[in-house]
Every structure is written in structure tokens, then in C-alpha cells.
């Protein structure tokens, strides 16, 4: 069992999951698993989740009907097996170093939840 799950809701991404997940794939914390959550895409993004799946075992599909985001994250929670969960947009990158960092600063200090800035100014939420 991988100690954090990475979910990402996935809508009309063709244009943007592979960074995505590469950023993911990329982390120098290397013990995640990436649970994709295809919520009805009409475009290529289905089967591209899939072929991502392929490449990394520890890439997991879902394909639901479109529910929205909120329901492609609520999916995803269901799809959970490790102990910590990370969100990520499809149209967002991960930082290098994020997953390790947001983890170790966790368990050092006992806590709960890790939190890091967005928006290309933090660990995570950076435009593609």
C-alpha cells in the first residue's frame, strides 16, 4: 500500500493531463499511487487516462458519468487505500519535491493535514 493517494478529477484534459501526471510521476517522494478519475470526457481524455495506466502501475482509472468536479473527487475518495490523500487538478502541476515535503512536514510535527500555496506560488496548483 502507497503511503499517499493522488486523486485528479479529469474533464475535457487532453491538452493538459500528461503534464499533469507527469509531474506526479516525476516526485522525488515516490510512494503514491494516482487514482484518475475520467468524469464523462467527451474528448481523447478516456483513453488517455488509460494509456497512462499502462506505463506506471500505480496509476488507477475510473470512468463515471459526468457528475462534475465535486463528484469526481468524492469518486476518487472512494478509490482510497493509503493513509494520506493529495488533490490535483488535471490542468495543474505538482512542484518537484511537494509530495515529499507536504509529507514530512506531517509526520514531523504530528499533524494531520499538510497544506502548501497554489496558483504557481506553492507546492502544488500550478497552471499547465
Known sequence: MAEIDVIV??????????????????????????IL???GSRDS???LCDA???KDERIRV?????????????RGLQEVRSPWVYFLDSDDLLMPGA?????RLAA???ADTSAGGGGGEGLGG???
Not at 9 to 22: N, R
Not at 62 to 74: C, L, Y
Open 99 to 103: 509530495l515529499e515535503l507536504l509529507y
Open 62 to 74: 475510473v470512468h463515471q458519468p459526468n457528475g462534475g468536479v465535486s463528484a469526481a473527487r468524492n
Open 45 to 47: 481524455s478516456p483513453a
Open 37 to 39: 478519475i475520467d468524469d
Open 9 to 34: 478529477p479529469v474533464y475535457q484534459a487532453e491538452k493538459t493531463l500528461e503534464a499533469c501526471v507527469e509531474s506526479v510521476r516525476s516526485q522525488s517522494y515516490d510512494d503514491w499511487n494516482l
Open 126 to 128: 500550478c497552471p499547465v
Open 52 to 54: 497512462l495506466a499502462e
Open 108 to 110: 514531523d510535527n504530528g
